[in-house]
T-cell receptor, first 113, second 114 residues
Framework: NAGVTQTPKFRILKIGQSMTLQCAQD?????MYWYRQDPGMGLKLIYY???????DKGEVPNGYNVSRSTTEDFPLRLELAAPSQTSVYFC????????????FGQGTRLTVV | EDKVVQSPLSLVVHEGDTVTLNCSYE??????LLWYKQEKKAPTFLFML????IEKKSGRLSSILDKKELFSILNITATQTGDSAVYLCAVEAPHSGGYQKVTFGTGTKLQVIP
């Protein structure tokens, strides 16, 4: 029972590089979310999706893009990485739209140097 | 701007102690308050509270919400070393952008020593 799987677990990027953080869930959840967690700060919502083909911006979407071609996968793309994007990124999914009992992935620690 | 404030920021207790973690919030159109436990990596869901005065309980953990005072507490009795974690409080409210905005506090780091 895998739940929410994120890859990679950690990555170092140079300024200006691009990368995609992968997220997959096997619970057939329609709702998926990407959060970032900065040291000493709460989680902030980057993007969310209410189903395959539907995505929308959260609180801090600038510098990121997402796609949702299938129910299972919700990749997060960073274009032109900046030091301000150094953070831990969490993907989550839930059955309901209320974030109730959201299941989180193990996180991706990203450092931009 | 929506705000969630947790206290204390960190806490060290001995096994067997009882702890109370606090969460206060200022949110427009409050819908629910959520508690999560975050160990080394992913947060795991503990409780969702929507109504004042109704205690939610799970084993040694319990939580209650006071919507008048905009406050919630998370109690852990007979603490164990496995309770060591960061406890996150989050408040959910509909956002004008059309999504359910969840505002997280910065967490309370609990360390339980033998």
């Amino acid at each position: 029972n895998a739940g929410v799987t994120q890859t990679p677990k950690f990555r170092i990027l140079k300024i200006g590089q691009s990368m995609t953080l992968q997220c997959a869930q096997d619970m057939n959840h329609n709702y998926m979310y990407w959060y970032r967690q900065d040291p000493g700060m709460g989680l902030k919502l980057i993007y969310y999706s209410v189903g395959a083909g539907i995505t929308d911006k959260g609180e801090v979407p600038n510098g990121y893009n997402v796609s949702r071609s299938t129910t299972e996968d919700f990749p997060l793309r960073l274009e032109l990485a900046a030091p301000s994007q150094t953070s831990v990124y969490f993907c989550a999914s839930s059955y309901s739209p209320l974030n109730t009992e959201a299941f989180f992935g193990q996180g991706t620690r990203l450092t931009v140097v | 701007e929506d705000k969630v404030v947790q206290s204390p920021l960190s806490l060290v207790v001995h096994e067997g102690d009882t702890v109370t973690l606090n969460c206060s919030y200022e949110v427009t159109n409050f819908r629910s308050l959520l508690w999560y436990k975050q160990e080394k990596k992913a947060p795991t869901f503990l409780f969702m509270l929507t109504s004042s005065g109704i205690e939610k309980k799970s084993g040694r953990l319990s939580s209650i919400l006071d919507k008048k005072e905009l406050f919630s507490i998370l109690n852990i009795t007979a603490t164990q070393t496995g309770d060591s974690a960061v406890y996150l409080c989050a408040v959910e409210a509909p956002h004008s952008g059309g999504y359910q905005k969840v505002t997280f506090g910065t967490g309370t780091k609990l360390q339980v020593i033998p």
